[in-house]
């Protein structure tokens, strides 16, 4: 039972923090009017809420360590919930900037909790299984919620799209506030933080993993951060458009967090992880080659994107799982450290985009691709994997 409860809880609390990644993009273009300001400007939303959810991994993973779970659980959704409500009341793009980052702080701790949480329940397999289901939660967010917010936006105005995530996240606190965790069995680590981290960092059984992760979440982030202002300016879509692509996205996303929870027992976590990556090459390398030679055509720029995106669904929670594994010391250490790289990877390459932002469609899918050859010469350099138990924890 309280299995399933760490699942309930993390999947939607995971769901509310990737919301203020995606939630908001189909409303950039008139973020921008109301603000003042240039929407190339108004696009660092992204990559800023990302150095938000990258700067304070690290420390939430050592808070959780001495504090516990649910503290920390509680204050970062605090955080994050009170974020969204201020977020409207700036009256320029400075503002808006500086609350995406307290924004990004919040949802940092709720990430790094909901993994740790995860990886407190549930080892081997079991723990790519479960992260399967926090992917689930991503991609609804990721493409649900895309298109949620371009609802939102045309009936309400885009302060809705914050005002309603607000007040959504705090209730979740009140509800996580009377939730019961499985209790902490491992051993204290009398080592500082900093020399822990170092310790994982060097070792390639760690590394190797979450940086293929990385990697692929990196093309995810590079197509949001660029891609609501290429659908507009070159393919002339609406708001409400783009937010209908959110559904192929969902799907594809969807279909593969399904596959690894159903197949990862029988078919193992390197094979998958192995395919997951292929596909996120082959769907760059498409998108990049149709936006050279057909780049007038909107469905081979996004269409070979939902097949990277299912290939990432694939590689992203056998990577966390992998990482965690290849870890040489236990605890909310590794996963803390993989989300911190995740994040600092992501908001340079969603910096990478914004500067390369064009009408044309080749240079974000030529970042994609050399995203996903990276991330395939990661996973080819993985060493050999321990024979190992693998079972669901006690």
């Known amino acids: 039972m309280k299995n399933r409860t760490t699942l309930i809880v993390t999947c939607t609390t ?13 409303a950039l273009p008139d973020m921008a009017r109301d603000l003042g300001d240039d929407a190339s400007r108004v696009s660092w939303g992204l990559p800023v809420y990302l150095i938000g959810m990258a700067l304070p991994m690290l420390a939430w993973g050592s808070l959780s360590q001495g504090l516990g779970r649910k503290p920390v659980l509680l ?17 320029g793009v400075e503002a808006f900037l500086a609350f995406r ?3 990004g702080i919040g ?34 967010a990721l493409g649900i919620g895309q298109y949620l917010g371009s609802l939102i936006q045309a009936a309400f105005g885009w302060a809705a799209i914050f005002q309603g995530l607000g007040a959504a996240s705090l209730v979740m606190a009140a509800a996580v506030s009377r939730a019961r965790f499985p209790r902490l069995t491992e051993e204290k680590n009398g080592q500082p933080a900093w020399r ?28 949001n951060t660029a891609a609501p202002l290429i659908l507009r300016d070159s393919f002339h879509w609406s708001a409400i458009e783009y937010g209908l692509l959110g559904w192929p996205i969902s799907a594809a ?4 967090a399904l596959v690894v929870n159903a197949c990862v027992l029988r078919i193992g976590q390197r094979r998958l992880m192995g395919w997951g990556i292929a596909l996120v090459l082959g769907g760059s390398a498409t998108m990049l080659a149709a936006s050279l030679s057909l780049g007038s055509v909107a ?61 044309q469609a080749w240079p974000l899918a030529a ?8 991330a395939m010469l990661c996973a080819r350099s993985l060493p050999p994997q321990p024979r190992q138990a693998l079972q669901e924890k006690p």
């Open 14 to 26: 995971v769901f509310l923090a990737q919301l203020g990644m995606s939630i908001y993009l189909p």
């Open 75 to 91: 204050a970062a959704l605090a955080l994050y919930g009170l974020a969204n409500l201020a977020l409207p009341l700036g009256t």
């Open 101 to 103: 980052l307290i924004q």
């Open 107 to 140: 949802a940092s701790g709720i990430s790094v909790m909901a993994r740790v949480l995860i990886r407190d329940s549930f080892s081997g397999n079991l723990l790519a299984k479960s992260l399967a289901w926090l992917s689930i939660a991503f991609v609804i």
């Open 196 to 223: 822990v981290y170092g310790q994982i960092l060097k070792h390639p059984g760690f590394l190797l993993p979450a940086l293929a992760g990385g990697l692929g979440y990196g093309v995810i982030i590079a197509f």
């Open 253 to 256: 996303y969807l279909l593969g």
């Open 299 to 359: 469905v081979l720029f996004w269409l070979p994107y939902c097949f990277a995106v299912f290939g990432q669904s694939l590689n992203y929670p056998i990577s966390l799982s992998l990482a965690n594994e290849g870890s040489p010391i236990p605890g909310a250490y590794a996963m803390a450290l993989s989300g911190f790289l995740h994040q600092w990877m992501a908001s340079l390459i969603g910096a990478m985009a914004s500067l390369l932002l064009s009408e």
């Open 367 to 374: 970042l994609c691709t050399l995203l996903a050859m990276a």
